[in-house]
């Protein structure tokens, strides 16, 4: 199926000519980080069209129970597939070409000899434009997020459509950007008194060799494109392996990659799916593969510290954190409570920059001039977390289902930990999907002597109240969790300067972003491509960073060479 | 003995404003990689001054025998040393004070608090403060490099002086490009239909910690000044630990910038001199240490993948490599032979930039439109070694002596290996050091099959021909062994364009920057600051690139604050 090589492809200078503005613009866009976004993220018909939702979920539906045959990386050796949605229960009955692990690799490197010999722009150009074909089937997409991860409808359109996508964007021009820094020829001339010694000098980028992207169940796209455009902008084909239970998103993504490819006369093994047979996972086969140079995870810990010990390969991860609330003072506690109800309600705790540890001083919180007793503050949460699960018109959409019964399990063991139960979980139920796997978060009060039942990630809608001392205590322990145990977001609530330069400073030394005083319709789990550097790299919880210019630099190497000039 | 804290340190305006213009100039070379160089590397009264040279050997000279009393972090608990000259053979008998991990850890960890709080111009003054110091004193540390690690003069004074000087402005230049490549603070302002969301934002390059520089025994300030400038650029204090044989250069450079940062209110130990005890080695228990963050390390592969492996530090190395030089066709072989004798002798081998491995197709190669056999090119070369050695005007200065006996062992020990030997080793006398330890190079020939001869570095004045069918076998072979055992550089001698690209093509696959057909007054061993990559990061030989993007921006990390505007 790999037909083209270098010689034989299509002229890619319409592709660099159509897509040059918009690359300067993103690289623009990285260093002015203000707000920026070329994908918009509402799924209104003034946007894209009038029936655009219709369509994709009929497109969507057709998908369903079919042999998924849109891949053109060559004949499979089986179809297989195991996705079943979280809102119904049942198997989606998709079935994806499945290949050998030896397979894959000789494709991909049969390919890279192709890629590697495009310019950077050359190689940005056919990225973007696979990018403007996804966003044909964003509502697609969409629907095939919601199916698998078990988000609702309007996160599964925005993070699997237009924020992956700028994300996608993103990394596509912070490697361009990367691989354009330095000229890449120069004269140097060197003054020797009596004559000059001349040399002509030269530099290249050299790409590190086959990738390999490793996908979570719960962001499929998300935290996949990142790592994945990062490496094919700099050179590098990618095999992406996505997590067995949320492979449809991807697919559709690697597809429309694919389509360009070929149009293009470039072997579509240079951006290949590879899925795990139905009864074995092959994601420790690709990584171990001396040919495997590269490699980009999400999930949890465990995994991701072996695949960070393999010697020999680039490893970025996103890994488990514990994210952090510290509560000081603030100026109206409902409003407070109810963006933090938000922020741990919003796909169940699902997602890896919500919520989990509230610290609160026992001696309560400033409010205005006036001090709150710890206890009301627990209090409010607690209350305006039930009061929007129970809104029928928010509680449903907010929530989502929850993608692993595990996760279900998790919270219903929670009480056997220390400890006292704040809020539990109830049962609600969504008036789409009546079979949805749905668990309303759980608040649960710890000491902060506790430490052994909060320096963990409990993934899901499970919140803990950590009663300290005062907000130094807060700040410590907060910054004690990052460095130790991982943190990727952190929320403080503090109507003092030098406390929040306090927290600033400590909680930057933790390599832990932190939002303030954050009320009204933004969250500190929301952050935005060409803004907001996600995962710092600075604590346990990873080190793959959307996208500052280490996620990029470290997929390629720069070597220089020199001769003579003869003038 | 530290006193200060950055309340009471001194206004760094004037130093900001004195040194930006220098460094905004660095900046601009970076991305030029034209020729460019702040600090001369002619020793001539010209530049440095009349009698500079003589004043630099009597305050050298004064050093010997005697206690190092320029360093400010601190009462010792004792003083030691144990450095000789290579061209006496006898102890310098300078001693330095000696401090405990703990105490070197401590004071560097107090001093964090102050240096990572200053700006990057702040800090990028200071340090090139220092460097215009050391300026001050490029003869002395000339003389004191002679005298450890065996260089001749000439290379004493660039390499330890000038060109080290310049490697650590590039360093300096580049940290604090990275750091200020995005914006201190932005408005985020995102449109939601009916209303905006804004946001304030800012960002901090954090650094990561204390860092720990190791330095080797034959280039004690070039091979240092890059990590230890990169890592206090980027707001990292150091802990620098020489080779036990090679101490005095670096002090003198420590001591200078010490007094740099003492005369502005910081504390010295933002940069400590750790020398080990007599008795014992301290490198491990410093790099163990859980607070030293980053490492920079020069020196064998063994130690230099055990520093590697440590789990918790970011580490830049460069370890042993197998430099090659391909011989294919040139238009002059004696000139080629003249300059390739010269890269192997120039201080006896002991670059880590030397070519060991030649390789000659048994076919010979193209000299003109002539082919001349193989046995002929392998004689032409050992004729030029032989010239250039016993050259009493030449020969000396360039073979410097012999840094470590063990390296003259293994020149010795040769005769056992497989092969047949072309160039003995011959007795040479230098004639300003009757007892200088020298050793001339050798030349040993063995087949393209006896890999296990060729496929390790043979550290010193040890070249090896090796005889290959052609020259795809040579590139072949060269491309191999700079993957599987590492190359910092290599030569090539083609006059076929298309063998050049398929020779930067494949050599780029495996890190290793190229010469081409390099002849006349400039050899492959020799790279240049603000232009040359030193180590690529690309095969074995290590990961620390001298200087780009990587070798700095490892050193910090980007975490953001955001919080609503209030309009």
């Not at 090589?5 to 623009?28: F, I, P, S, Y």
């Not at 996505?242 to 991807?250: D, G, M, Q, Y």
Request: hydrophobic share 40%; with cysteine; charged share 20%.
């Amino acid at each position: 199926m790999i037909t083209s090589n270098a010689k034989e492809r299509t002229d890619l200078a319409g592709l660099t000519q159509q897509h040059q503005a918009l690359l300067d613009r993103a690289v623009q866009a990285l260093h002015e980080r203000t707000f920026y976004s070329q994908y918009p993220e509402h799924p209104s018909p003034a946007i894209y069209g009038e029936g655009a939702d219709k369509a994709g979920l009929e497109k969507y539906n057709q998908l369903v129970g079919k042999k998924f045959e849109e891949l053109q990386q060559g004949y499979p050796q089986t179809w297989v597939g195991q996705e079943e949605s979280p809102y119904e229960q049942e198997s989606l009955s998709i079935t994806y070409p499945f290949y050998e692990v030896d397979t894959l690799i000789q494709q991909g490197q049969e390919s890279f000899d192709v890629w590697r010999k495009l310019s950077p722009l050359e190689r940005a150009s056919v990225l973007i434009e696979s990018l403007e074909r996804v966003k044909e089937r964003f509502f697609e997409i969409a629907y095939a997020t919601m199916h698998t991860t078990g988000q609702a409808f309007m996160m599964s359109f925005q993070a699997s459509g237009p924020h992956a996508a700028d994300r996608a964007l993103e990394a596509v021009a912070a490697g361009y950007e990367e691989q354009t820094r330095f000229p890449e020829t120069q004269v140097w001339e060197k003054p020797m008194g009596k004559f000059n010694i001349k040399l002509n000098k030269s530099w290249r980028a050299v790409p590190k060799g086959l990738g390999l992207v490793v996908g979570c169940s719960t962001f499929p796209t998300w935290n996949t494109v990142p790592g994945m455009y990062a490496s094919l902008v700099t050179g590098n084909p990618v095999i992406v392996k996505p997590h067995p239970k949320a492979i449809l998103p991807i697919a559709i993504v690697i597809a429309e990659l694919q389509k360009v490819l070929t149009e293009n006369g470039l072997p579509p093994a240079i951006c290949q799916l590879a899925v795990d047979p139905d009864d074995k996972l092959i994601t420790k086969d690709l990584a171990e593969h001396p040919a495997i140079k590269l490699i980009d995870y999400t999930g949890g810990s465990a995994f991701g510290n072996y695949l960070e010990s393999l010697q020999g390969k680039t490893v970025f991860t996103e890994k488990a954190g514990v994210n952090s609330v510290i509560l000081d003072s603030v100026e109206d506690l409902d409003k407070v409570a109810q963006n933090l109800a938000f922020s741990l309600t919003l796909y169940s705790g699902q997602m890896c920059t919500a919520p989990q540890n509230f610290f609160i001083p026992s001696s309560g919180i400033k409010v205005g001039e006036e001090i709150v007793p710890y206890e009301q503050v627990v209090q409010k949460l607690a209350e305006a977390i039930t009061e929007l699960v129970n809104n029928p018109k928010a509680g449903p959409h907010v929530l989502g289902s929850i993608q692993n019964p595990a996760t279900q399990q998790r919270v219903s063991q929670l009480q056997n930990m220390k400890g006292r139960s704040v809020l539990d979980t109830c049962e609600i139920v969504n008036p789409a999907f009546a079979n949805a796997r749905i668990c309303t978060p759980v608040l649960y009060e710890v000491e902060a002597s506790d430490k052994d039942v909060y320096s963990q990630e409990l993934f899901g809608p499970i919140s803990l109240i950590i009663k300290t001392r005062d907000t130094q205590e807060s700040i410590e322990v907060a910054k004690q969790m990052a460095l130790e145990h991982g943190a990727i977001s952190c929320g403080a609530y503090t109507t003092d300067a030098a406390l929040k330069e306090q927290i600033m400073d400590q909680m930057g030394l933790a390599g832990t972003p932190v939002s303030f005083n954050l009320t009204g319709g933004i969250y500190l789990n929301q952050n935005a491509a060409f803004s907001d550097f996600h995962v710092t790299g600075g604590n346990p919880a990873g080190n793959a960073s959307f996208t500052n210019p280490e996620f990029v630099i470290k997929r390629f190497t720069w070597v220089g060479f020199r001769e003579p000039a003869i003038d």
